[in-house]
């Protein structure tokens, strides 16, 4: 089936440093890419959407130059926390829905990456 | 974007059936149902997808009355690594529709 990787899995960075998250589709073209992040115990919280070549679409609350999105490719989207705090620190997620090379519209999440910020 | 709701949690034990049921009232007309699973520290997994009456798989299966306004996924004869918490979502599949995650169900199997 279809696969999503995400990398790194752990991080831990000192506050007011940047992390970079990549997520990418290994054998399909992703034509849409979601983030989301976690805290514990709770659901996941949808931070942006993005299309391949075009600017990420934010959620209302989310700083977008706090959590910069890139999607270069149809297989590779980056999210970069930038500054970080330790309020920041969470599990992020990302998911890709395919385009014509899966079932039109199914969704593929990533491994997730568990962020620390000291 | 259709709203569900889902039991927060539920416990059971191994060998028994599991019935995850999830409201959706304002399911449009080009919405699918998908379910997904969650372990901690892992991204959702799919179960299940369906659109109307029901849909089977080697895991589940999913019962969608005529109405669609709600589903239910069924695990047949659970065992421990069944365990997680489970997602009910609703959307269509254009590239375009987001899909925002309601509370999910926190399922709980007991020896």
């Known amino acids: 089936g279809a696969v999503v990787s995400q990398h790194p899995s752990r991080v831990i960075c000192k506050s007011g440093t940047s992390v970079k998250i990549e997520c990418r589709s290994l054998?399909?073209?992703?034509?849409?890419m979601f983030w989301y992040r976690q805290f514990p115990k709770q659901s996941l919280m949808l931070m942006a959407t993005?299309?391949?070549?075009?600017?990420?679409?934010?959620e209302q609350g989310v700083e977008k130059d706090k959590f910069l999105i890139n999607h270069a490719s149809l297989t590779l989207s980056t999210l970069t926390v930038t500054s970080a705090h330790p309020e920041d620190s969470s599990f992020y997620i990302c998911?890709?829905?395919?385009?014509?090379?899966?079932?039109?519209?199914?969704?593929?999440f990533g491994e997730g990456s568990r962020l620390t910020v000291l | 974007l259709a709203k569900t709701t889902q039991p927060i949690s539920m416990d059971s034990y191994e060998g028994q059936e599991v019935n995850i049921t999830c409201s959706h009232n304002?399911?449009?007309?080009?919405?699918?149902i998908t379910w997904y699973q969650q372990f901690p520290s892992q991204g959702p997994r799919f179960i299940i997808q369906?659109?109307?009456t029901k849909v089977t798989n080697e895991v589940a299966s999913l019962f969608i009355p005529a109405d669609r306004k709600s589903s239910t996924l069924s695990l047949p004869r659970v065992s421990l690594s069944d365990t997680a918490v489970y997602y009910c979502?609703?959307?269509?599949?254009?590239?375009?529709?987001?899909?925002?995650f309601g509370s999910g169900t926190r399922l709980s199997i007991r020896p």
């Open positions: 998911s890709a829905r395919g385009g014509r090379t899966v079932a039109a519209g199914e969704l593929f």
């Open positions: 054998d399909f073209q992703a034509t849409t």
């Open positions: 993005s299309n391949e070549g075009s600017k990420a679409t934010y």
């Open positions: 304002n399911i449009a007309t080009n919405d699918y």
């Open positions: 369906g659109y109307k």
């Open positions: 979502l609703v959307g269509d599949s254009s590239s375009a529709s987001k899909i925002i």
